[in-house]
């Protein structure tokens, strides 16, 4: 568990937009050809008839979302419409003979029903919704969605329930001037439908066909697609839920989840996408795929097509087509039972875009790396149990039972290894139909009908052994003592059905996700803490830190792989070539980029902070350093020469620098600079290790450091002079030779990328200046100070978004996020520009190698509104108080620091 | 303790936790020591799976409460549900899988730190019938019903001693596990569900080790801050009716 990941803090609330394809089970991503499309975004008021039936007509709101025309009633419950425009055959102006001024469209679909829309906004806005309507027509018409469909609904076995006998619309659709391919006649339906269908036609679907009524229940089922549609075209009217609250009968099963899931839309716009995926594939192993291929033998085995190996390559396809199609989830133990129990109803490519829209829409983050889909709905679950049953909730806290432990698998695996295959399918139905809620209800009704018993239970143990005892005995009958035999022949799990959605009724998708959202942000916290926890106990050594020490180092580190996450290779190559379970255990490793964002968090010459006003605020903003001594930091560190450090080798090269001491200070210092490790600078490392210097030192005020190293150098080169070897052989290093130094070098010539300079006459050089003796002896190491990260800081949007751009595009939006600071901070900046009261001055300067020529500017007083300055003073005077209290060397005011920044960078903004 | 009597006759709980890494065979261990069986195709823990058996000692009889954790990554962050107040955890490694036990040292870094600080530890080699050259004579008829492709060396015990070909699989050698196991202060055993090798004497190592007394002790005393250290008291109902009635003292 070496991996530390991030990408929690990446979270974002779906837009309104979003939501809205959520609501509709439209795909969120319009695909590329697509995106043209979404301009014609509207929404319009309208009454919705069906088949010019005046009574059944329903008010409500139109949604035109290319490539979709949705439609929801007002209670958004009854009447809920999602086709796509390719769907639509015709669309005509209805004059209405005695409603005179009213606005109605009659739009006939493709299996012939015939829509009227009366929009009853106001005229303006109903032509508008016309046009646009008429325009996203034309697109689906150019990219030749239209023709698709006819392919398309050949693989729907509703198409065979329901065989195309009605001549009237053969007819239309050669006459309808949008459809052109109709050449062949379609004599037999049968003979040219080849429908998509599960392993249960060949291996038989689970239970007994009679006694699940398999004949009526298809026979309404034809009746009400008949007349209201099917898979593209399906209209949800209130009656389609009741006849789904019954069971959907096997045959038709897997097409009536990808329709009321959405994931039919899925499978049209991307034909062919999943054979693509498998053949690009083909041959290549993972993680997942080892994964997949343990769990294969063990998924539903007691269904006859899974001891078979037909069943387990169509399961094995799936799997690894999706894990391959999202390499970041890739595959997670639970799948493999979901996945097989779709496949008995549905094709492997309708089961792989189903999985999609379960993974990323209906169950999001259940399957992921850190599964916080799936312990967020655990808490939102007890949350509502404490709501809805806090006697059971109470009752639980006092015997300390969790209720996860029983309930995760329910909620992970939709409850198919948890209840007998028929039951479970059956709340599978009613999941794909109302949504997430289901697995609430139905989690709420168990208990509250088991609420006796589980007030007795003690343990968990005890609370697993009753839920297994309760899903064992779902089909026996629930009143077995009644004396009237109707109530007997009701069976427990139709009792649970109707205490989850008539007694749970108020638990909705809406109240789900404000659940989620109010517990979120504890979720990712705990899950972040755990990792940060097992982060620490897999170090091998924590040096000479304590453990809290250590804590903050791994949330420095963790923001700054926030703020600059391992590029996406990296990522893919973690994932595909072998995460937690191979031999070479990856760690989250980070390079240079992201490790200068964490030194500057930790040392304080790593960083130059600015003072920005903007008449609203002011507030210090950090950037970061670059130098090459940061950089020579980053190789000197990375010991095992991989380009990238991981949590320990961080932790290691602070441990060696910040417990220094003056000799060892000098002494990595030295080795540092030392490229070839030798134990000699050559001339032009002596100059790096000068400008390192410089680096580090250009925040302090005034000349002292300035003169510091500039005698530095001078000694350095007359004492490496001197002590040149006069017959190759290095002069010992002792007092003496200190002293001989003032005469002149016998060997002066000494290429600059010879061995010039050894450790000892750097440690005596270091040694002769008191300044330079302070830094090594004490700044140095208390230069790097391990300070708490403040958790706002890291919860922020991913770096490299313009910024601007976020703070015009979703200012309003996003500001109640936590996460948005710096977005709030460049809004306001904007305003101060605006008002010309912006203003940027670096609270440290940047004193480099070319400051030399213009020390004395630098420190000249320059005045302006002082009051502005002061945070930025107070910075800088901390930075030199630590300099020079410690040693008292040669101070200066430290006042000065704050004093010449207008000098600098001052930027009036209009 | 007024009630130690009484319990020597009524089965103590105990609560065992296993964990390792996945497919290592944890639920096949569990398998073999609950029902006496081996099933080449179980469905994948979710979560974890939770079984009883009965342990019988000399004097005394334990019932091991155990939960059988999923093993993918991915569940790890679950596992403190699972193992908080465990009395017993049984860390599980595929002795044909060097990369298994190092997983195992993690979870038992884990557990010493994070779980029961009175927690007994096994670390188990699993799948030796794979590496026939290691395995120890079986002391108990555990296996009843052999597996059919069950290593003929493991009938033999006889040959054992000279490795044969299989053993070339195996990739963690006993000596390293056991050294490892008597530095961190675990039990150590190697076992083969599959056999049954060293199953059950693995449960009853356990049940020998765990402090009995301590548990009826502290379930005996519910005084508030008596044993913060073993939270026993969510083990067994009966029990806990009778804590009830035992004084504060």
């Known amino acids: 568990m070496a991996t530390i990941s991030t990408h929690l803090r990446n979270f974002k609330e779906p837009t309104k937009e979003q939501a809205q394809r959520h609501f509709f089970g439209l795909p969120t991503d319009p695909s590329k050809e697509d995106v043209g499309t979404t301009d014609h975004k509207f929404e319009i008021n309208a009454v919705l008839m069906l088949n010019e039936d005046q009574e059944d007509s329903y008010a409500g709101k139109m949604h035109l979302l290319p490539p979709y025309l949705c439609f929801i009633s007002l209670d958004r419950r009854s009447v809920k419409v999602s086709i796509p425009l390719a769907s639509i055959r015709r669309v005509e102006r209805v004059n209405h003979p005695r409603a005179v001024g009213v606005f109605q469209l009659g739009l006939t679909l493709w299996h012939g029903m015939k829509l009227t829309i009366q929009l009853t906004s106001l005229r303006p806005t109903a032509d508008q919704f016309c046009a646009h309507l008429r325009d996203a027509l034309k697109i689906q018409l150019d990219l030749g969605r239209m023709r698709q469909v006819k392919a398309f609904v050949k693989t729907c076995y509703s198409e065979v329930l329901i065989p195309v006998s009605n001549p009237e619309a053969d007819n239309e659709r050669e006459d309808g001037s949008i459809m052109t391919d109709n050449g062949e006649v379609d004599g037999n339906p049968l003979a040219q439908t080849s429908y998509h269908g599960g392993l249960g036609l060949t291996f038989k679907f689970p239970g007994d066909a009679k006694k699940l009524r398999e004949g009526s229940k298809l026979k309404l089922w034809t009746t009400y697609l008949r007349a209201h549609g099917r898979n593209l075209t399906l209209l949800r009217y209130p009656h389609c839920t009741r006849l789904v609250q019954v069971g959907l009968p096997n045959r038709l099963r897997g097409e009536l989840w990808e329709t009321l899931s959405g994931s039919i839309f899925l499978r049209f716009g991307n034909p062919g996408v999943y054979e693509n995926i498998l053949a690009s594939n083909a041959g290549r192993t993972s993680t997942s795929t080892e994964e997949i291929e343990k769990d294969l033998n063990r998924s539903l085995p007691e269904y006859p097509a899974y001891q078979d190996e037909r069943g387990i390559d169509t399961l094995r396809r799936v799997l690894t087509a999706y894990s391959w199609k999202n390499p970041e989830l890739g595959y997670c133990q639970a799948m493999n039972i979901l996945t097989a129990a779709l496949l008995i109803y549905m094709s492997e490519e309708q089961a792989f875009w189903l999985l999609e829209v379960l993974c990323d829409r209906l169950l999001p983050g259940y399957y992921s790396p850190s599964m916080y889909g799936t312990l967020l709905d655990q808490r939102v679950f007890e949350a509502l149990v404490q709501r809805c049953l806090p006697m059971i909730h109470d009752h639980f806290q006092e015997v300390d039972v969790q209720l996860s432990v029983a309930s995760l698998p329910w909620f992970l695996s939709l409850y198919i290894n948890s209840m007998p295959m028929i039951f479970a399918f059956r709340i599978v139905d009613c999941f794909f139909c109302m949504g997430p809620k289901v697995l609430f209800q139905v989690g709420l009704a168990i208990l509250k009908i088991n609420g006796e018993k589980l007030l007795t239970v003690q343990d968990d143990g005890g609370f697993i052994s009753l839920m297994r005892e309760y899903f064992a005995s779902l089909g026996d009958s629930a009143h077995p003592k009644s004396s009237d035999p109707r109530s007997r022949a009701i069976i427990k799990f139709q009792e649970l059905l109707l205490v989850a959605f008539r007694e749970f009724s108020v638990i909705n998708d809406e109240m789900i996700d404000s659940e989620r959202r109010r517990y979120r942000g504890d979720i990712i916290h705990g899950i972040e803490s755990f990792a940060k926890r097992s982060a620490i106990r897999n170090l091998s050594t924590f040096g000479r830190f304590t453990k809290d020490q250590v804590g903050l180092v791994y949330d420095v580190l963790f923001k700054a792989l926030c703020l600059s996450p391992p590029p996406p290779v990296v990522m893919t190559k973690r994932i595909i070539s072998g995460t937690e379970e191979e031999n070479e255990r990856p760690e989250t490793r980070i390079e240079l980029q992201t490790f200068r964002l964490f030194l500057a968090d930790i040392a304080t010459w790593a960083r130059d902070e600015y003072l920005v006003s903007n008449g609203f605020q002011e507030r210090v903003d950090r950037r970061i350093a670059e130098h090459e001594f940061i950089d020579r930091l980053f190789f000197f560190w990375d010991t095992n020469h991989t380009g990238a450090l991981s949590f320990q080798d961080l932790l290691n090269g602070l441990d060696g620098i910040m417990f220094s001491d003056l000799m060892s200070s000098i002494e990595w210092f030295f080795v540092l600079h030392d490229k070839n490790k030798d134990g000699w600078l050559t001339k032009d490392e002596v100059l790096t290790l000068s400008e390192s210097l410089l680096f580090i030192f250009r925040a302090e005020v005034g000349d002292a450091y300035l003169g510091t190293v500039s005698r530095f150098m001078t000694n350095a080169f007359e004492y490496g002079d001197a002590l040149q070897p006069e017959n190759g052989q290095p002069a010992p290093v002792t007092p003496q030779t200190e002293v001989s130094a003032n005469s002149p070098s016998a060997n002066p010539e000494v290429a600059s990328n010879q061995p010039y300079l050894n450790k000892a006459t750097f440690r005596m050089v270091v040694l002769a200046d008191p300044l330079l003796e302070a830094f090594f002896d004490v700044d140095l190491p208390r230069s790097f100070q391990l300070l708490p990260v403040e958790d706002t800081t890291i919860r922020r949007n991913q770096p490299g978004l313009g910024v601007l751009g976020n703070a015009v595009g979703g200012f309003f939006s996003s500001f109640v996020t936590d996460d948005n600071k710096k977005i709030f901070n460049s809004f306001v900046d904007d305003m101060g520009k605006a008002i010309g009261k912006h203003q940027v001055w670096p609270s440290r300067c940047l004193l480099t190698l070319h400051l030399r020529q213009f020390p004395r500017s630098l420190s000249a007083p320059q005045s302006t509104n002082t009051s502005a300055i002061l945070p930025s003073k107070n910075l800088c005077a901390k930075q030199l108080v630590t300099f020079h209290e410690s040693k008292g060397a040669a101070k200066r005011q430290p006042r000065a620091g704050a004093r010449h920044r207008p000098l600098l960078h001052l930027r009036r903004h209009r | ?249």
């Open chain 2, 1 to 249: 303790m007024a009630d130690t009597s009484d319990a020597s006759q009524k089965p103590v709980q105990v609560k065992l936790v296993l964990l390792g890494e996945a497919a290592v065979g944890k639920s096949s261990v569990v398998m073999r020591f609950v029902n006496n069986e081996f099933q080449a195709n179980k469905e994948p823990t979710i979560g974890a799976a939770f079984l009883t058996q009965k342990c019988r000692l000399e004097d005394r009889v334990l019932r091991y409460e155990i939960w059988d954790t999923a093993g993918q990554e991915r569940f790890h962050s679950l596992a403190p549900m699972y193992y908080r107040n465990a009395q017993a955890a049984v860390v599980v490694y595929d002795v044909t899988k060097a990369a298994s036990l190092e997983k195992a040292k993690s979870w038992v870094k884990e557990l010493q730190r994070q779980a029961n600080p009175n927690i007994v530890i096994a670390l188990a080699g699993n799948k030796v019938d794979l590496v026939s050259g290691q395995t120890t004579p079986r002391a108990t008829p555990a296996s009843a019903d052999d597996e059919d492709e069950a290593d003929d060396a493991t009938a033999t015990p006889g040959e054992s001693d000279d490795a044969t070909g299989s053993e070339s699989l195996r990739q963690v050698p006993k000596d390293e596990a056991s050294a490892y196991a008597a530095e961190a202060g675990l039990l150590f055993t190697e076992i083969s569900a599959k056999t049954g090798d060293g199953i059950v004497e693995l449960f009853t190592d356990i049940a020998k080790k765990i402090p009995i007394e301590h548990i009826l002790a502290s379930r005996g005393s519910a005084a508030p801050g008596t044993s913060t250290a073993s939270r026993a008291p969510a083990v067994n109902l009966d029990d806990a009716n009778e804590a009830k009635n035992a004084c504060n003292c």
